[in-house]
């Protein structure tokens, strides 16, 4: 045992009892134990080492082929009312799930040993830092948990004997039953409970469970907030850095952006970009009045296929060590891994995220799972930021939101004021590509990125955000939208993306200084083309820039409807300034 807190006791005293496992084991976060449980893993197969001279401690693990993403249509909010969950959350009653779940958790440890994790979300020690504990029987968990948190006994010196502030964790990868996979966080109980899955995304219980859904609903009662962002650092030759946060919906290249290399023109003067985080954001007011972020997590956890040496230099070095892969294609030749995207090169020898013998060069099927995924400690990334184990995190200046927009959204446009960014957030909406099964091209509304995430009534947390930017007052960051992905008549990008998008942060960040000019839209303050930095871009020009601008206004008042129609969802939950600010754009669009 690595903590006299009472809580802990025995709470996990309750999960032994329930779960009867052959035996419990403590993890301390020691080397020794990790690599113990390493080779047991390696042994019963469940991992498998790769080459260890190219790709030194890393390890492979395939999921069952039923349990490869993270279930929305599995996964609960059971708070006391269904009301307050809100109509974008599955709800069911916590004692009847509770029920349900106890059902599916007696004995199922028989014959397993209970891993208990401690570890906490956010720098040790950090006045932001919280601490979790997942009881689980999967040693995958363990070593995943190992790279995404500070794990161990060190993340039980936040918490001392008495505290009661922990987040519950329990998970069994059961039978791995997709029928009774369930996915579920009690946030008035600080509880999550996660049975018949094993991959990621429904079992490290600190990601998407804790930091964002149960944090989310911490954050409103706690006065900050949890947030899909990432948050990137941008430093100028003088060696002063600006902190920017961003939300966007999956597929719209948020580890990209983080990581992202700044072009030719930017580099030569001296500006670097630095990575805080990929993913999450945790964000308090500050003792000077700003907003202030932490990313809470520890590494990446990355989908692999699309990430090359182009693409996302810096996070292909991140997987170069002490990385686990999941669902890649393995390569027999040299014991490495494969996936698609990666190279021209697919391996002829291999065995696919199945399992199954795999010929990259002459198979039709994919090697690796559009899903699969790298979990990588952040230390590995080559511009993780100097500011990645700060307590106090950095200080944003910008909040930036995006998505995907074949015609709509211009490249960049700035809000009015808080509230009106607000009001972006909540409209933010990403059309689905081929990669994703079902229609192409449909929107799907996703404000703030959160739709999945957020562990209580949206339109809740919506009011939150006014509450946030009414404490913050003009120490507020700057709100902006984004859209990389915006096509010509044949459907291809206009913008050139991934580093280039280096060009549009810095008019944010000139804006945020008051040093660059901006023309007011109907929809927000929108750059002048020739204040986007085009230098070194082959086949884009002003004119190129004032077409990506360009706010088509008839194709804005259909979007309303879309808004209009997904905030009648809301009923009286949905803040009345929000109702003003759809009216106000009306109007400037009507004009
Ligand atoms: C993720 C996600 O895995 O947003 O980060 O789905
Ligand atoms: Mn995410």
């Known amino acids: 045992m690595l903590t006299n807190n009472k809580n802990v006791l025995n709470w996990v005293d309750e999960m032994v009892k329930l779960c009867q496992p052959d035996q419990v084991v403590w993890i301390d976060g020691s080397e020794e134990q990790l690599e113990a449980l390493r080779k047991e893993a390696m042994s019963t197969g469940e991992m498998e080492e790769l080459n260890q001279e190219k790709l030194p401690g890393c390890l492979l693990h395939r999921t069952a082929v039923n349990d490869v993403a993270?279930?929305?249509?599995?996964?609960?909010?059971?708070?006391?009312?269904?009301?307050?969950?809100?109509?974008?959350?599955?709800?069911?009653?916590?004692?009847?799930?509770?029920?349900?779940?106890?059902?599916?958790?007696?004995?199922?440890?028989?014959?397993?040993?209970?891993?208990?994790?401690?570890?906490?979300m956010g720098p040790i020690g950090s006045p932001m830092a919280k601490v979790g504990v997942e009881v689980t029987d999967s040693i995958y968990v363990v070593l995943n948990m190992d790279i995404m948190t500070r794990m161990g006994k060190r993340a039980f010196e936040n918490l001392g004997d008495t505290s009661n502030d922990f987040v519950r964790g329990l998970h069994s990868k059961a039978q791995v039953d997709p029928e009774n996979r369930y996915i579920v966080q009690f946030p008035e109980e600080n509880t999550i409970c996660s049975v018949n899955s094993a991959y990621g995304g429904n079992v490290l219980l600190g990601k998407k469970c804790f930091a964002l859904r149960i944090a989310s609903y911490q954050g409103r009662n706690e006065g900050w907030m949890a947030e899909h962002m990432l948050i990137l650092g941008v430093e100028t030759p003088e060696g002063e850095t600006k902190y920017i946060t961003a939300a966007f919906p999956?597929?719209?290249?948020?580890?990209?952006?983080?990581?992202?290399?700044?072009?030719?023109?930017?580099?030569?003067?001296?500006?670097?970009?630095?990575?805080?985080?990929?993913?999450?954001?945790?964000?308090?007011?500050?003792?000077?009045?700003?907003?202030?972020?932490?990313?809470?997590?520890?590494?990446?956890?990355?989908?692999?296929?699309?990430?090359?040496?182009?693409?996302?230099?810096?996070?292909?070095?991140?997987?170069?060590?002490?990385?686990?892969?999941?669902?890649?294609?393995?390569?027999?030749?040299?014991?490495?891994?494969?996936?698609?995207?990666?190279?021209?090169?697919?391996?002829?020898?291999?065995?696919?995220?199945?399992?199954?013998?795999?010929?990259?060069?002459?198979?039709?099927?994919?090697?690796?799972?559009?899903?699969?995924?790298?979990?990588?400690?952040?230390?590995?990334c080559p511009c993780i930021s100097p500011k990645f184990n700060d307590p106090q995190g950095v200080p944003v200046s910008a909040i930036v939101f995006g998505g995907r927009r074949a015609k709509t959204a211009p490249l960049v446009y700035q809000s009015f004021d808080w509230n009106h960014g607000v009001f972006v957030g909540t409209i933010m909406a990403s059309e689905t590509t081929a990669a994703a099964t079902g229609a192409v091209g449909v929107v799907r509304r996703d404000p703030m990125a959160m739709l999945p995430f957020c562990g209580y009534n949206m339109g809740d947390y919506w009011q939150h955000w006014l509450d946030m930017g009414e404490k913050l007052g003009d120490k507020a960051p700057k709100i902006f939208n984004v859209n990389w992905f915006r096509t010509d008549d044949e459907g291809h990008f206009i913008w050139p993306g991934f580093g280039d998008n280096m060009r549009v942060l810095m008019w944010i960040l000139a804006r945020c200084e008051g040093k660059a000019e901006a023309v007011e839209t109907a929809i927000g303050y929108e750059p002048k083309p020739e204040d986007i930095n085009i230098e070194g871009l082959n086949g884009i020009t002003v004119d190129t820039v004032k077409g990506l601008l360009n706010v088509d206004k008839g194709l804005w008042m259909e979007e309303t409807k879309g808004i209009e129609e997904f905030y009648g969802k809301f009923g009286d939950r949905l803040p009345e300034e929000m109702k003003k600010q759809l009216a106000a754009l009306k109007d400037r669009l009507s004009k």
């Open 250 to 380: 999956s597929a719209c290249g948020k580890t990209n952006l983080a990581m992202l290399i700044p072009p030719k023109v930017y580099a030569d003067q001296g500006y670097k970009v630095w990575t805080v985080g990929d993913d999450i954001a945790w964000m308090r007011i500050g003792k000077d009045g700003r907003l202030w972020a932490i990313n809470p997590e520890n590494g990446f956890f990355g989908v692999a296929p699309g990430t090359n040496e182009k693409s996302n230099f810096n996070a292909l070095q991140s997987t170069r060590k002490g990385t686990i892969f999941t669902n890649v294609a393995h390569n027999l030749d040299d014991n490495t891994v494969w996936w698609e995207g990666l190279d021209k090169n697919p391996p002829e020898n291999a065995i696919d995220w199945t399992g199954k013998p795999w010929n990259g060069k002459t198979s039709t099927e994919k090697g690796a799972h559009p899903n699969s995924r790298f979990t990588a400690p952040a230390v590995n």
């Open 70 to 120: 993270r279930v929305e249509a599995r996964t609960f909010i059971c708070s006391k009312t269904k009301e307050e969950a809100g109509p974008t959350n599955n709800w069911c009653d916590p004692a009847e799930m509770h029920a349900t779940l106890n059902k599916l958790y007696e004995g199922v440890m028989k014959g397993r040993t209970m891993y208990v994790i401690p570890y906490s």
